[in-house]
C-alpha cells in the first residue's frame, strides 16, 4: 500500500512537473505580451510590474497584423471547407461503391506525407506559375489542401467503412433516398470524425509558415506566421508587439480545443481503432 501510495504521488509530482515545462512558455508569452515597452528590456520577473496593453494597440495600429488576421482565417476557413467536403465525398465513394483499387487509392494519398513540405513547396510553386495564380491566397489555399485532404479522406474512410450499411438501407425502406439516408443516418454518426478533420484542417492552415513563405511574396498577401516572423528584424526586436501576436495566433487554437475537445478525442480513438 505504501508503495502504491509513493507511486501515485511519485506519478503526479512527475505529471505536474512536465506540465508545468509545457506551459510555461505559453505563460511567458502572454505575460510578456502584457508588460509595457520598458519594461521588457529590464531584468524579467515572473508577474509584470503593471499590466499594459500597448503591445496590442501598437500591432493592431503600427503593423499589417489586422489585414494578415483576415488573410489566414480566409485561407483557413476555406480549406476547412475544401478538406470536409472532399473528404467526406472520396471516403463515402471508396466505401460504399465499387471502385477499383480502393485500398491502392486511398493509400497513395498518404504518400504526401512522406516527403518534407519545402520538398512539395517546389514543384507546387512552379505549377501555380504557369496557372498564373502564383503569389495569392488561392495558391495557398490549394498547397494546404494537398497536405489535409489525404488525412481527412485517410480518417473518414475508416469511419464510413466501420459504419453498418443496413442503417442506410433502414432509412430508404422508411421513405429516406440514397441522399437522405447520407445526410440523416452518416454524417450524424460521423460527426467526431469530421469535427477532427476540420480541427486539423484548422490548425495545419492556420500555423502554416513553410508553405506562406514559399507561395506569398506581397505583403498583402502574407499570413499571421510569415508576418510575425517578419517582426524579428536584424536591427530591432519587436518583442512586445511578437508576444502579442503570438498571444492571438494562439487564441483561437485555445477557443476550438476547448470547445471542441471531446469531439476531437472521440475522433481520433475512433478513426484509429476503426480505421
Not at 509584470?48 to 503600427?62: A, D, G
Not at 489555399?141 to 469511419?159: D, E, K, N, S
Not at 439516408?181 to 469530421?194: A, D, E, K, N, Y
Request: net charge positive; proline share 5%; charged share 10%.
Amino acid at each position: 500500500m505504501r508503495r502504491s501510495a509513493s507511486a501515485r504521488i511519485g506519478i503526479g509530482f512527475a505529471a505536474f512537473a512536465i506540465s508545468a515545462w509545457s506551459f510555461f512558455p505559453i505563460y511567458w508569452m502572454i505575460v510578456s505580451s502584457l508588460r509595457s515597452q520598458q519594461e521588457l528590456f529590464t531584468r524579467p520577473t515572473l508577474l509584470p510590474s503593471s499590466f499594459s496593453l500597448e503591445s496590442y494597440q501598437q500591432l493592431l495600429e503600427v503593423t499589417d497584423y489586422p489585414q494578415q488576421f483576415r488573410n489566414s482565417i480566409v485561407v483557413a476557413l476555406a480549406v476547412v471547407a475544401i478538406t470536409l467536403v472532399a473528404s467526406i465525398i472520396i471516403a463515402y465513394a471508396v466505401t460504399r461503391f465499387r471502385v477499383p483499387f480502393k485500398l491502392m487509392i486511398v493509400g497513395s494519398m498518404l504518400y504526401a506525407y512522406m516527403f518534407p513540405p519545402m520538398l512539395l513547396a517546389i514543384p507546387l510553386y512552379g505549377i501555380f506559375v504557369s496557372l498564373g495564380i502564383a503569389d495569392s491566397l488561392l495558391a495557398l489555399v490549394i498547397a494546404h489542401c494537398t497536405l489535409t485532404l489525404p488525412l481527412g479522406v485517410w480518417l473518414l474512410w475508416g469511419f464510413f467503412k466501420s459504419m453498418p450499411f443496413e442503417l442506410e438501407e433502414a432509412a430508404m425502406v422508411d421513405g429516406c433516398t440514397r441522399l437522405g439516408s447520407f445526410v440523416r443516418v452518416v454524417l450524424p454518426l460521423s460527426l467526431p470524425g469530421i469535427v477532427t478533420v476540420a480541427i486539423f484542417a484548422f490548425l495545419l492552415s492556420w500555423t502554416d509558415y513553410t508553405y506562406a513563405l514559399v507561395m506569398i511574396s506581397s505583403d498583402t498577401q502574407k499570413t499571421l506566421p510569415v508576418g510575425l516572423a517578419s517582426m524579428v528584424g536584424s536591427f530591432e526586436l519587436r518583442w512586445g508587439e511578437v508576444m502579442a501576436g503570438a498571444t492571438l495566433i494562439a487564441l483561437p487554437l485555445f477557443l476550438i480545443f476547448t470547445l471542441l475537445s471531446r469531439y476531437f478525442i472521440q475522433g481520433l480513438a475512433a478513426g484509429a481503432t476503426k480505421g
